[in-house]
């Protein structure tokens, strides 16, 4: 642990216990596809407090002149880990709150979870990996993702990164996230490796990001900013432009090492967007999961454009065809769900939430298996037969169960492990790292 970094473990802030009879994650929808189920591990959560002295003070500056301030920034970090869990272990329900519809008052919701405050740890040199989610969201939203993978041997590390209201802060504040997500990442990366010990395999690691959290992932995980970019000039202090390519600055937030990078609706989009050429400074693997009508952050100039420009990347890109913004989140609780404003934090106008997730799951549990555990069969999920689901056939056998799942292979271009039927509306498209 570096001698400028204090931290210490934090009770479950945030979070309510029930009694439960714990199990390894929750279970998708009989129309899942194969890879989405959960692993055998049961799940442990504690939460780190991080502090990273002397930072940029951008969120509370009036403007963009503030001469330079300073602060210690303070960051909580939610683990989700595989676990010892014992029969009737309280399980967590947590606790959240998102900003209402402008002028309302922010509105406070719960959800039950599967994991278990504080569970004993089991095994030894996991995959770690790193989520940030997106603006004014919490890693706790996402845990149809967090908890899935901790079933699977992983250790997944969410960042709070307590970002302003959005809605009614200054423009220079608005923007500060373009600084502090990557800041935040490569941080939070360099304190875990210590932190965790043997608890995790510190050269296997994988960055996983949703929305602004996507943005956070591609530029922590290599892309390089463009140091010509209208934003530069809105951050205050010119913290994003330090950070900008050719700056001396550039590399601190380049988290060394990543086997994985995984975006799903990527921030950082328009024309042009903010790294110019620099995605093409991405050498690991990446997955980019979009909605092709996202009204929040685009599609054809952000995730697609973002899947051309990182050519030197072996990399995928998964389309919810007519899907929008909505595609990382857990399925709304049901105190979001008496307002459209509130409900639309969560869910797709279009698609039912537990299938867009079970989809997700899938895929991403075939990416990081292949590319963390060096798991070569996993490359069969992912080497579809068409690029569009809908054109994919499967003449099963006489007497195979109707929900059977696609074995792939010669013959079959239904895509491996979905249902018939049940590969619909999706597109998968993949281009091989150029030299």
Known sequence: MSLGCAVWLKRISGLALAWAAPVAATLPSVDAPELAKPGAFGIGYRSLNLVQPNQPDLETAPDRQTPNLRRDRRLTVDLWYPAAVKPRAKTLVYRNTLWGEPPKAPVTFTHTGSAVANAKPIGSRHPLIILS?????????????????????????????????????????RAAPFYLRPSDISFVAGQLRPLLGTQIDPDNLALIGYSQGGYGVLTAGGASL????????QVAQGALK??????????????????AIIALAPAGGGWPHIWGDGLADIKAPLL???????PVVGYDKAARAFFE????????????????????????????RHS????????????RQDRVSAINLHFITAFLARHLRKAHTMQSYLDVATETSDLGTWDAPPGTAWGAYSPGGPGVTLWKGFQRRHAQGLRLEHRAAQD
């Open 133 to 173: 989610h997106g603006y004014s969201n919490a890693p706790a939203l996402m845990t149809w993702l967090t908890e899935n993978l901790a079933s699977k041997g992983y250790v997944v590390a969410g960042i709070r990164h307590a970002d302003p209201n959005p809605y009614v802060a200054a423009p220079s504040v």
């Open 226 to 233: 463009d140091p010509n970019h209208p934003l530069m000039a």
């Open 242 to 259: 330090s950070l900008a390519r050719g700056s001396a600055a550039a590399e601190t937030i380049r988290v060394q090492g990543v086997k």
């Open 288 to 294: 980019l999961i979009a909605g092709d009508s996202d």
């Open 309 to 336: 420009g990182a050519r030197h990347s072996d990399r995928y890109l998964l389309t919810f065809r007519q899907a929008g913004h909505a595609i990382a989140l857990n399925a709304a609780p049901a105190a979001m």
């Open 340 to 351: 459209l404003w509130d409900l639309d934090w969560f869910e797709d106008p279009i698609w």
